[in-house]
């Protein structure tokens, strides 16, 4: 089985006895120390049950938790669910069967599009837009576990933009993620750029990356020929 960090693990067993079966204690084991083993000093989670049906639910922590903070560059990390059931006369047997911890994914951003104001993708290469126009700036964002809880859009315009320029233009917690707004007049030349962030259901936040640069131009009054 493979679950990813802050997910739950659901389990189900079936045990008998020729008699009856007194108890089943179940307990996760994390291998800390990357010995492929795991010893009671290692157990992360344990339950008991005392009668059927001998199924049920466990919360996962994460795997920097169950390393002490010491788990950067560790992707993946082996888990070990232990059934161990006890009669009346005290007998015990177990099983067990791995489990693979996997961390949790932030979001990412995929595309920054421009949309007009009837909702039309005005293309991948747009370069340029006319000041007074209005638009919707459509946001793209995917998470590979749980979804994306919501996205926030920030916007910076100078002839030069940097990091310190962008500010926020709002938030929006439901897909499609899109923001409406007109492009800014008495700006001709400026370069108006575009940045999103997103947060998914279980809080982790997407990395900066992408940013959308469009040049602001005049608008030229009507011709006729």
């Known amino acids: 089985a493979t679950v990813v960090e802050k997910r739950v693990l659901r389990f189900a ?18 291998d800390k120390n990357s010995d492929n083993m795991f010893t009671d000093d290692e157990v992360v989670s344990r339950m008991m049950l005392t009668h ?11 795997i920097d938790a169950y390393l002490d903070g010491s788990s950067e560059g560790i992707a993946q990390m082996p888990l070990q669910l232990e ?3 006890l009669d009346g006369a005290g007998n015990e047997s177990d099983e067990s069967r791995p489990v693979t911890l996997i961390r949790n994914q932030p979001p990412q951003i995929n595309q920054i599009q421009i949309l007009d104001a009837q909702g039309f993708n005005m293309g991948g290469n ?34 030069t933009v940097t990091q310190d320029d962008f500010k926020p233009v709002g938030k929006d917690t439901s897909a499609p993620f899109q923001f409406h707004m007109t492009v800014p007049v008495g700006y001709a030349g400026s370069q108006m750029a575009f940045k999103a962030g997103a947060t ?21 009054p009507p011709t006729a020929q």
């Open 13 to 30: 067993a079936e045990i008998t006895d020729n008699v009856a079966v007194s108890s089943v204690k179940i307990s996760i084991f994390a």
């Open 52 to 62: 059927p049906p001998y199924e049920g639910s466990m919360m996962l922590d994460t």
């Open 83 to 85: 059934f161990r059931a």
């Open 126 to 159: 747009i370069s340029e837009l006319t000041e007074g126009r209005q638009i919707v700036v459509n946001v793209i964002a995917s998470d590979p576990e749980s979804g994306v809880d919501d996205v926030s859009l920030f916007k910076a315009i100078g002839e």
């Open 200 to 220: 998914d259901v279980d809080g982790y936040a997407s990395v900066a990356g992408l940013i959308k640069t469009v040049t602001i131009v005049k608008d030229k």
